[in-house]
């Protein structure tokens, strides 16, 4: 079974330019999370999809973060204008249905640099 | 405060000792704790999760929880130089959100 997919792997941009990361699930995922990890943070959440739903995205900086999950199954975090503080590593992960006691599956990451 | 809280370390054991990891959270609701392993530049993996009180085992490792203290662990048997890693705390609070700590960087000397 293939796990989490996230691309790129590393970004490298200067501030104010807009960015964009690509998660994919697992198949049959309904639940998709956005993290941000700073260096030596743990993971903050930035969003919760159940299927096409945003059912959480109270800790998104709506003033320059998106995100989109159509057709509930590939992901896009968009940010725009970069800021510097915005470098970090930007994780996925899925779980099947989004319950209190399911495992959180990660993919590798995108780690951003902004210059 | 913190929704989860964890001591930073870094931990040094030798080979073969146990590690002692331990954790707090805030939100008494708490239903579901894990703990995760996160190897320096990848992503973190699930070692164990945790949901009642009392002890849980799984070949070396063993979760513990206090839901009266809200305080959580995980216990290294025979550390080998391969448990090297950061160990990241996580709680599902009642309004089922996820709250991870900063993470324990622990270091297993031959």
């Known amino acids: ?115 | 405060q913190k929704e989860v809280e964890q001591n930073s370390g870094p931990l040094s054991v030798p080979e073969g000792a146990i590690a002692s990891l331990n954790c707090t959270y805030s939100d008494r609701g708490s239903q579901s704790f894990f703990w995760y392993r996160q190897y320096s530049g990848k992503s973190p993996e699930l070692i164990m999760s945790i949901y009642s009180n009392g002890d849980k085992e799984d070949g070396r490792f063993t979760a513990q929880l206090n839901k009266a203290s809200q305080y959580v662990s995980l216990l290294i048997r025979d550390s080998q130089p391969s448990d090297s890693a950061t160990y990241l705390c996580a709680v599902n609070n009642v309004r089922n959100q996820f709250y991870f700590g900063t993470g324990t960087s622990l270091t297993v000397i031959p």
């Open chain 1, 1 to 115: 079974e293939a796990g989490v997919v996230q691309s790129p792997r590393y970004k490298i941009i200067e501030k104010k330019q807009p960015v964009a990361f690509w998660c994919n699930p697992i198949s049959g995922h309904n639940t998709l999370y956005w993290y941000r990890q700073n260096l030596g943070q743990g993971p903050e959440l930035l969003i919760r999809y159940e299927n096409e739903e945003a059912v959480d995205d109270s800790q998104l900086p709506k003033d320059r973060f998106s995100a989109e999950r159509l057709k509930g199954v590939d992901s896009t975090l968009k940010i725009q204008p970069a800021e510097l503080g915005d470098s970090a590593v930007y994780l996925c992960a899925s779980s099947p249905l989004g319950g209190a006691s399911e495992t959180q599956y990660f993919g590798p990451g995108t780690r951003l640099l902004v210059l």
